[in-house]
């Protein structure tokens, strides 16, 4: 993920501000452009569009339409007396071949050109719709003015040289009129069409592309807006240039319903560096992580955040969560986990980084995984890092009392007999209950006829 930059986040929280209190627009987007999903080839216009190549000579254009009114001038000059009968059969004759000549020196190029139309058909409406929805709006917040803006070319709006194109289109496709076949010939209505469709791809298609990304950006920060919208009580982060440091009140799961997502608060800056999370299975470690990370993302690409109150300064995301071992590439869990590590110490020297790991080193014996763990901390810390990582062996509890700027925190679980229960609550220390015996009776071990043998 490369993080947006501190001005343009804040853009975006002024364009989604604005954005959230405007549901017509989403409604308007949303009911556009009915299709056919599996007719839709978006990277087929992209393609098209961005195709530098031209086809066609500069003369070419000139002469098709030359020879074109040419088979429309003789007919007329004969009409009105001022060609003798056989004069315009040697002229006709001899237009006709040049304009056979002609077509066929094009042919094959023009044909690529019109085998293009039917993907193109069925886009291009859309487009054109959503381009003139966008173009209707006044926008306030800078942002959206400059996306705006962009949807203009040599005064006219994006949308009417669309239409333009789809103008060409439908003429190109009269050709297959049956009424109007032989005259198409007479007129090389295919050859001229196919030459000004593409030289309206050669002056617009790059436009085109920015066209779209523009529409893609405002389509963004209106899925933001909803977010913002549906969750008003998110609110948007503090940037700040120095750091790195993330720090958070109320932090939540944004993807958990918000009567049920338990908050936290946490502090990783110069003070405190790194953090130790202790805790069983099912308490709430994994999910934390995921938090931090999810809304690391949400705040450096300008959406609100689940937090009550969030300070941070952009940092990349070096995650280690979800690790999974790989059979054909021959690669172990324990081996793919030291590759993402090695790929999170690489970019630390690049960037600030944020570093996620979930369970650390869990491939490898309690002596080994401390030792290695330490290192691979102090890597970290050493190019200014900081993050947060989970573990069920407490003996890595102690790396935050030697000497590192880290702190242990854990998450704890109650109850017996087998009946777990969970408060999500963070707690600062290392954790101190043991819930071996309600493993026990969760596997329907009787720890007591054990005992007694």
Known sequence: ???????????????????????????????????????????????????????????????????????????????????????????????????????????????????????????????????QIVEREKFSSLKLRALARSLACD??????????????????????????????????WATQFGMAIEHWRRRHGAQMLEWVAALGEVEALISLSTYSYEHPGDSFPRLVEKGPVFEAEGLGHPLLAENTCVRNDIQLSDTVRFLIVSGSNMSG???????????????????????????????????????????????????????????????ANQKPLLFLADEIMSGTNSHDRRIATEWVLQALMLRGAIGAITTHDLALTEIAANGLPGRNVYFEDSGEF?????????????????????????LGIDTAAIKSD
Not at 325 to 336: I, P
Request: proline letters at 4%.
């Open 285 to 347: 470690k994994s999910t934390f992580l995921r938090a931090i990370g999810l809304n690391v993302s949400l705040a450096l690409m300008g959406a609100p955040v689940r937090c009550a109150e969030l300070r941070l300064s952009p940092v990349a995301i070096g995650a280690a969560i979800r690790i999974q071992d790989s059979v054909v590439d021959g690669r172990s869990h324990f081996l793919a986990e030291m590759q993402r590590l090695r790929r999170m110490i690489e970019l």
């Open 155 to 188: 005064g006219s709006a994006a949308s009417s040289h669309i239409r333009r194109l789809q103008w060409l289109i439908r003429l190109a496709k009269e050709r297959e009129n049956e009424w109007f076949v032989y005259l198409s010939f007479c007129f090389l």
């Open 1 to 131: 993920m490369v993080p947006a930059s501190i001005e343009e986040i804040h853009a975006r929280h002024a364009a989604v501000s604005e954005l959230r209190e405007r549901r017509d627009l989403p409604e308007s987007l949303a009911t556009s452009g009915q299709m056919q999903l599996s007719s839709c080839r978006p990277d087929f216009l992209k393609t098209w569009a961005a195709d530098s190549s031209s086809p066609f000579p500069s003369w070419a254009r000139p002469m098709a339409l030359i020879l074109a009114l040419a088979a429309i001038v003789f007919p007329v000059l004969f009409w009105a007396g001022l060609s003798a009968l056989h004069n315009m059969w040697v002229c006709l004759v001899a237009l006709f071949s040049i304009q056979a000549i002609f077509a066929g020196t094009f042919r094959r190029r023009v044909k690529l050109v019109l085998e293009s139309l039917g993907p193109l058909s069925v886009e291009l409406p859309i487009v054109c719709e959503l381009l």
């Open 418 to 442: 087998g009946n777990l229960s969970f408060d999500y609550k963070l707690r600062h220390g290392v954790l101190s209950r043991s819930n071996a015996l309600n493993i026990a009776h969760l």
